[in-house]
């Protein structure tokens, strides 16, 4: 069997790409790996489809070969491939050393068992140093680009079994310093001495000559022992470095002689004085690891990375600062004098105000200054404080400002909110107190916050903000003081935020939480229950109301009830009530209860209410708590009204379950002043105080009230539901349909129905009848009114002469102006808002009736069509 096509393959790729599970449960899945690696030895198939699925082979090695004997296998077959490839110069050398590498790696067969293990490190260590290279194993041309490839092959197997390299430190020292790839070799050799490093400590062993002999050992220049030593594998970056007291597994219990302390210190030095020539990221991976290596080890002073700092210092890199940041956090004074932490703050501080950053460098400035590892911290470890040096002038530079972005601007105020913390005071002559910056900033983002027109996030960023500062100054009396004073002006000001303001006091403490649910009660009942914010009132209090000042809150609510008219007002009522129950109740709660027992429309809600009245005459403050809020672990109570119903959750809660009714559109009916949907509804089993809500995606209908039916008896037929519609546009839609009722049981039930389809045919309305004799005139000034704003258009109708008749009796009888029967009828059809759709069926022809379409809205044309022509199908 030949080659696939360089189309077949594509068309390969792109499937596995679109669902590598799906394909490789298909018919094609089982031999994808087998034809991969045969086509790679196929002479006939093109460099450029092999490196297609070579690409393949690096990014799906674990579905291709999901087991370790077949990824042994193709390793295998790939450094077959790369053997037996001709001595021309070849696109496909490095990724088939890095496919064998990821296959080895990825199958779990690195080891020293493994035969395609004990081929490639050889191969790799021989191209890195630059032995096989150029004879008889590819041109000399490749030479440099095979040596940098074969590093990081060697680099990603050391990552996976960190020490296998250790007896190789002495060899690649030797060729950093010979010509080759920089960059490669430096980040190899620096990672195989971190490895060798923590592997020879913890197993209490001396380097033993590994940095200056090029093969150590007897084993060849890779130790499976010594990467079995060095345990698990150690990310070249890792968040933090380990402790210096890490005990048996610390840097700190390898002892080193004199000699090989002063071979240490020459590989260091060797590397860092290469650093230069590495790109910013590698330069930053190396310092990395070489801090990580010096960190722990006793008589190594780490002034070897003075040089550096000369020259990093002043970087515009962000990935060399952040590493200089962390040698600063591990080495501290020992490596960092005074007058070098103060350029860096100030360097910082500075290159924060720059107005030219983007928004991620700013942040990165901004972090770094509220984490700054100072030489020596006057608080507790891991305790937010401002930096020392950080002196007025620079602190006046860093302060937040309503122009900032969100994320910056909670940035500076989280550093304002640690220079507010502090206790000393910045030269009161000059300067405005951080405190009071504070409270003026707070204030002005309250006030953006507060205008109607703006938009939700701003107000997100000022509760962000108040949050922070709660969170920073949880003892500052004033500033908390200041902070619930405009959140209640806040509130006044804004009801509609009350779902921020409910999310806010989630999240606060108790220091801030208490006295602002205080002063938001307040101010809640302090308003008049009748205003379009009672929605927002009623949320609010359900989260704030407590005992203390339940008169004025009874009060709110018996003022407020009179306007609570729908089902959301209704139970948004009630919860301030179930609220109330669980702090308080008393005498005055029970009388509202009685009240919202009689007096609500929604069934549900009456018997909500009753319910809540009849557990605050029964039950005492305990017994009441617990049956409005049980649990699992809730003991057995002795009120013989509670203990035999573990129910009460379901009782107090809406259930969703399947629906127990039918509903369907029944025929359409033409008359009133609004188009109106008939319904038909069977029901399954009993069900009582059913109720129908009707809601319509977009706007292009008025809300839909919703219909009430007492009872519903399965066997027992149902009288009509008629249901008006109110179009804002005359166009068709889908009804989303939601039942709410209760069952015999007593529980509260809400289940969705499938959608209704309204029609465009189902918003139809006739015109009043014209008097007698004045039908023509009629017709024709509502033709002529049509143009020229509206359009029209004609219609060829395949309807026999005979079934003309019969299709305007059976579909459009109503809207009839003008009839001369069996030829001719001219219709006129309302569509609310203002629209109107006027027809003209002539006389019949041989193969059809010829229909002249006019309006007034352009956009109802297409639809008309389509209408006329489902009538016609029909027929």
Known sequence: MGPLSRETWAHRLAAFRAS?????????????????????????????????????????????????????AAATSLLDTLVLLPPRPSALRKPLLLAATTLLVTGGVL????????????????????????????????????????????????????????CSLGLLRRLL????????????????????????????AGLQGLLVSEISTGSGPWDWTLAEEGGAH?????????????????????????????????????????????????????????????????????????????????????????????????????????????????????????????????????????????????????????????????????MPSLLHEPMALLAHLHLLCLLCAEEEEMDQGQLQSPQQYLEELLAGMRQRAALDSSPQTLATVCFQASYLVASCL????KVLTSLIHGLAQLYQARPMLAPHFVDFLDQVGPELGEPLKRALQQEVVSKPGRNEALCWHLQMLAKVAEGDAQSATLSFLQDAAAYCTDWSL????????????????????????????????????????????????????PKLGVALGPSVAAPALASSLVAENQGFAATLMVQETPAPIRLGVGPRMAKGPLPVL??????????????????????????????????LCPGRPAHPLFLPLQPRCPAPAKLEVQALFSTPAGLTCHAPLPPLSVNFEDLFLPFPQPPNGAEWSFFEGLWDSCLPKGAESRVWCP???????????????????????????????????????????????????????????????????DYLRRLVGTE
């Open 20 to 72: 590598p599970s799906a394909f490789m449960a298909g018919a094609d899945g089982e031999n994808l790996g087998r034809d991969l690696l045969s086509d790679l030895r196929n002479e006939k198939q093109s460099e450029q489809t092999k490196v297609s699925l070579l690409a393949l082979s690096l990014e799906y090695p674990a579905e291709l070969w999901p087991n370790a004997p077949a990824a042994e």
């Open 111 to 166: 080891g020293p068992t493994s035969e395609a293990s004990c081929r490639l490190l050889p191969l790799l260590l021989g191209l890195a140093s630059g032995r096989d290279v150029g004879q008889g194993f590819g041109p000399i041309s490749e030479q440099r680009p095979l040596r940098a490839t074969a590093c990081e092959c060697l680099r990603e197997l050391e990552s996976c079994k960190p020490g296998l390299l250790g």
């Open 177 to 204: 310093g010979q010509e080759g790839p920089v960059q490669p070799l430096s980040l190899l050799l620096a990672l195989s001495l971190r490895d060798t490093l923590v592997a020879q400590s913890r197993s209490r």
């Open 234 to 398: 150690l990310l070249p970056q890792a968040p933090s470095w380990p402790a210096t007291e890490e005990g048996e597994c610390g840097l700190a219990v390898l002892e080193l002689t004199p000699e090989e302390a002063r071979e240490l210190r020459a590989v260091v030095a060797q590397l860092l004085d290469t650093s230069y020539l590495l790109t910013p990221v590698a330069q930053a991976q190396l310092l990395w690891l070489l801090g990580w290596a010096l960190r722990g080890l006793r008589g190594q002073p780490p002034a070897l990375f003075k040089p550096q700092l000369v020259r990093l210092l002043g970087t515009g890199q962000l990935t060399l600062l952040h590493a200089v940041l962390a040698l600063k956090a591990a080495f501290g004074e020992a490596l960092f004098t005074a007058q070098d932490e103060a350029l860096l703050l100030r360097r910082l501080a500075l290159a924060a105000q720059h107005p030219s950053l983007p928004l991620p460098t700013h942040l990165f400035y901004l972090h770094c200054l509220l984490h700054f590892p100072e030489n020596w911290p006057l608080g507790p470890e891991g305790e937010e404080a401002a930096p020392l040096l950080l002196g007025p002038q620079l602190c006046r530079s860093l």
């Open 474 to 477: 949880p003892g500052q009396t």
């Open 570 to 621: 209704q139970q948004a009522l009630l919860r301030v009530c179930r609220a109330l129950l669980q702090t308080s109740g008393g005498r005055g709660l029970a009388s509202l209860l009685q009240v919202l027992a009689r007096q609500l429309e929604d069934p549900d809600g009456r018997d909500h209410a009753r319910l809540y009245y009849i557990l605050l005459t029964h039950l005492a403050g």
């Open 678 to 711: 008939q319904l038909h509804i069977e029901a399954l089993e009993p069900i009582y105080s059913l109720e129908l809500r009707f809601r319509v995606e977009g706007k292009i209908y008025a809300p839909l009230k919703a219909i009430h039916v007492p009872y």
């Open 799 to 865: 309807l026999e002469p005979q079934g003309l008749e019969t299709l305007v009796s059976r579909h459009l009888e109503p809207f009839v102006v003008v009839a001369q029967p069996p030829s001719s009828y001219h219709i006129a059809i309302r569509l609310l808002p203002t629209s109107m759709l006027l027809l003209q069926l002539e006389a019949a022809q041989i193969d059809g009736v010829p229909v002249a379409l006019r309006t007034d809205d352009w956009t109802v044309l297409p639809l008309a069509g």
